[in-house]
């Protein structure tokens, strides 16, 4: 898809198919955005996690 002004502005004389395509691009980077953010919370809420269990596992492994 070109998006040049004068590209643009032919489709726009035409079949005007640009801003189905702007749209449909828009939707799918807002989506990848969503699961790149919720992917982020679930990392943060399990790293608490992880390191409490690390913790652990090294104090029930050391030698007494």
């Keep these: 898809m ?10 726009l004389r035409g079949a005007r198919t640009a801003p189905g395509y702007l749209y449909s691009a828009a ?5 990848a955005a969503d699961l790149s953010a919720a992917g ?3 990392v943060h809420d399990n790293e608490r996690r ?4 690390h913790d652990r596992v090294v104090q029930i492994s050391l030698p007494q």
């Design 40 to 42: 982020a919370i679930r």
């Design 2 to 11: 070109d998006f040049t002004p004068a590209a643009l502005r032919a489709d």
């Design 50 to 53: 992880w390191r409490v269990f």
């Design 27 to 31: 939707e799918l980077i807002n989506h």
